[in-house]
């Protein structure tokens, strides 16, 4: 009898942990939707940009998307009368914590592939509207691997935009990262777009977890 | 729905009574709900006498037991289409008089729970019970009809499942293994096959498959809706064959078919108006413009006299844009028209009569206060009783003022950066800097320019505490009823705004109520944030919140379009089918553009749908 008492204890304890808990924690946990963006401190983004008098930190700002994704946008200075704003975003995909984690994942922040001749060319129309657009026959290669690029141009102005998807796990990425997105968009008076990539060649990654370059030992 | 579906009933009933040759002020009597209509003209249903009489004997034996299910759940439109049915494959059978009454189909086994399943989509639930009651009752079968229903709505939910997932060929090939699925008393159905076929390109197919609809289905609103469907994918002479399809095939008694022959004109005026309102879309021939001219103005339509107003203005046609925008705010006073009346008359050195159209609403719009600087203040850059570093006459000023008037934001950052190379920066000229970086799409930018504004202006104490120093400033903010917004003020409302373009909701939510602002200002700024709020609670699927947002943002500031939009589908998500549906129509018949018409036709097909 009195077994059968202890027992009927743990069921309503049971259920009201049920109620009064999980319900919260569905609550919290189920919305999947980005956070809105906040404001950050430049020191506390997870990049190291080279100071660069022409595309200075304007602002930082991040924001979170369900409990693996993290996002950064990094405004720069603009010194064209183009518009739009010039940026570096990062788009940082993590593994869940737990099964639970598992089960519950919002949906992917940035396709993969990053993107496909359509909608490329739809980003560029869009990005930079009335310019002449190409993207480039080759790749280049940063501290953390190839990247993609396109130019746009007009008489006195030249604008890059630049994407990469690091999800290297033998060298560059720990177990933790599952992926990282980098989009580069700076317009400048440059004719040279080698000059405007020079910052996205540049940028060092500083998340907490150690994430290698690629050519570490070759620059020991 | 519950309350829907006993209204729909209860205006079934009273068909029912009138059918009876009861009169329709005693039928009425028994019901308050308005616009009887009968279940199907030339239909007569009498009513059982008493329960427990016995199913009334059908000397055809027409299988009722579908049309059973349906009175006893109270689903007019079902059964509507039921005795259609029975009536078409026996015109003389007349529907049972103990309709309303409890039956049990078969020896001694009640069907309603497996009608029931089936009315839910649980279809495997349904034949497991069937094969259950089979075996509890050996010599029972279940009724043809009940096998018929649960095969064909099988093939609905297949051919549902193919159009929601976009497979189209699937969609086809359901229908054509269950042509029953896409018959008229499941037009939804119908309407995805005819788009399987457009979005496969087989445009012959899809236009013979809305003929079908349009001259078989009898209600006119269903023809109707088809075409505005037919209308995504169809030729404009496709349409008018539709059109005039639907207007004469196969009419049936007591329905009216006017609503579809206008179809076309509406539609007409929907792609003009559309046309009109997208600066990128080049100008309108003269036939369409005169056409739209000649429809706004029998409509006294202030919307779209403000869209044409618009049009002109583009077009550098002030003196047109001016009478449209004068228009609209005859017809209907708004801050919208005032803002376009302004900046026309602007255009045509107006000025006195710009500040005079503005003054109603200065200190009460933002719009109307932004236009009235290109009159009040036109080197805005310098502006406010000459504060710029080299007075009026600062070199740079009359570029400025050029680029403005003609939109040039590039060339408006292009002037204010030679100015500055001539001058120190000004509150002003830094303000007009991070308006121009607004519209540019530089928010950030734009963002540092007015906190930098506000930055000059607390170091220039005697003008920024006095706004509005120049003669005309003056002159208009002396009115008692305006209360102008100081350099301050419009520089805490730049940020404001451009903290909204950057998405900082939040933080701005946060700091909204210790800013410093106008009581306008803030309720615009409020009003965008509770409408971002709304779209961010639609996304999440939180449809009570988007309703409480909206009603919030309501008080402050009538509601546009597009939120209306927002609250229809919200009402939609909830089921609240009947406030969706009037709300999309309301919209529809202010304006009907391909959204409000889609809106409106996936109303209908969730009422259809089944």
Known sequence: MSGCNWLLRVLVLGTALTLGGCFGWVDNNLTQLPTPWRRIQPAALPVTLPVSPQFPIIAARARTTGAIYSSYNVVLGNPTLLPGENRLSIDVHTLPDGPLGMLIQPPRVFPVPLYSTETLAETLAKEFPGLKTKVADSGRRNRYGEYDYALAQDATNTCVLAWQLISDHNRTLPRRIEAIRLEYRVCGTERNPRALLQMFDALILTLPDSILEIDDLTRL | ?610
């Open chain 2, 1 to 610: 729905m519950t309350g829907s579906r006993n209204r729909r009933f209860g205006t079934a009933l009273v068909g029912l009574l009138v059918g009876f040759g009861l009169s329709p002020t005693a039928a009425e009597a028994t019901s308050t709900t308005p616009g009887a209509r009968a279940l199907v003209p030339g239909v007569k249903v009498e009513v059982a006498p008493a329960p427990g009489s016995g199913p009334a004997a059908t000397p055809n034996a027409l299988d009722d037991s579908a049309l059973r299910y349906y009175a006893r759940i109270g689903d007019v439109e079902r059964m509507e289409a039921e005795i259609a049915r029975l009536r078409a494959l026996d015109p003389g059978w007349e529907p049972p008089k103990d309709l309303f009454t409890p039956q049990a189909a078969g020896p001694g086994v009640d069907e309603t729970p497996f009608w029931s399943l089936v009315s839910a989509g649980k279809f495997p639930e349904a034949r497991a019970a069937i094969a259950e009651q089979r075996r509890q009752t050996p010599s029972w079968q279940p009724s043809a009809k009940l096998l018929q229903e649960l095969d064909v709505a099988e093939g609905a939910n297949r051919l549902r499942g193919a159009s929601d997932t976009k497979r189209w060929q699937d969609v086809i090939d359901a229908a054509a293994a269950q042509p029953e699925a896409v018959a008229c008393n499941r037009l939804d159905n119908a309407w995805r096959l005819a788009e399987a076929y457009a979005e496969l390109k087989q445009l012959d197919r899809a236009f013979d498959r809305y003929k079908t609809i349009v001259s078989q289905c009898p209600k006119a609103k269903e023809r109707r809706d088809t075409i505005f469907k037919a209308s995504r994918y169809l030729s404009p002479e496709q349409v008018r064959e539709l059109t005039t399809i639907g207007a004469t095939a196969n009419p049936v008694a007591g329905e009216d078919y006017t609503a579809v022959r206008t179809v076309e004109g509406e539609l007409e005026t929907g792609r003009l108006l559309e046309k009109l309102g997208n600066p990128k879309a080049g100008p309108l021939s003269t036939a369409d413009l005169a056409r739209a001219e000649q429809i706004i103005r029998d409509k006294q339509d202030a919307d779209g006299a403000i869209a044409l107003g618009w049009y002109f203005q583009r077009q550098k046609k002030h003196a047109d844009a001016q009478r449209w925008f004068a228009d609209a705010n005859g017809w209907t006073p708004s801050d919208k028209a005032a803002e376009g009346l302004i900046l026309a008359l602007a255009a045509l050195g107006k000025k006195a009569e710009a500040r005079e159209a503005g003054a109603p609403w200065q200190g009460k719009s933002n719009r109307v206060d932004q236009a009235l600087k290109s009159v009040t203040n036109p080197p805005r850059g310098s502006g406010s009783g000459g504060r710029g570093a080299s007075g009026g006459g600062a070199p740079g000023q009359s570029e400025l003022s050029a680029a403005l008037a003609r939109d040039d934001f590039a060339g408006c950052l292009a002037a204010i950066q030679r100015m500055l190379t001539h001058s120190r920066p000004t509150a002003a000229l830094m303000q007009q800097r991070g308006w121009c970086l607004m519209e540019l799409k530089r928010p950030t930018e734009a963002e540092a320019a007015f906190a930098e504004a506000q930055a000059l202006a607390a170091r220039e104490p005697a003008k920024a505490n006095t706004p509005g120093k120049s003669s005309s400033q003056r002159s208009l903010s002396d009115r008692p009823l305006d209360t102008p917004a100081s350099p301050a003020q419009e520089n805490a409302y730049g940020q404001a705004v451009a903290r909204l373009a950057t998405g900082d909701v939040a933080g701005l939510a946060r700091d909204l109520p210790r800013t410093n602002m106008t009581p306008t200002q803030k309720a615009e700024i409020r009003a965008s944030l509770l409408a971002t709020e709304a779209g961010r609670a639609m996304d999440d699927k939180r449809y009570g919140d988007v309703l409480r947002l909206l009603d919030a943002r309501k008080e402050l500031t009538p509601e546009p379009r597009n939120l209306s939009l927002l609250r229809g589908w919200a009402l939609y998500n909830m089921r609240r089918l009947d406030e969706a549906r009037a709300l999309f129509k309301a919209i529809d018949d202010r304006l009907s553009t391909e959204e409000s018409r889609e809106a409106v036709s996936v109303t209908s097909m969730a009422t259809y749908r089944y």
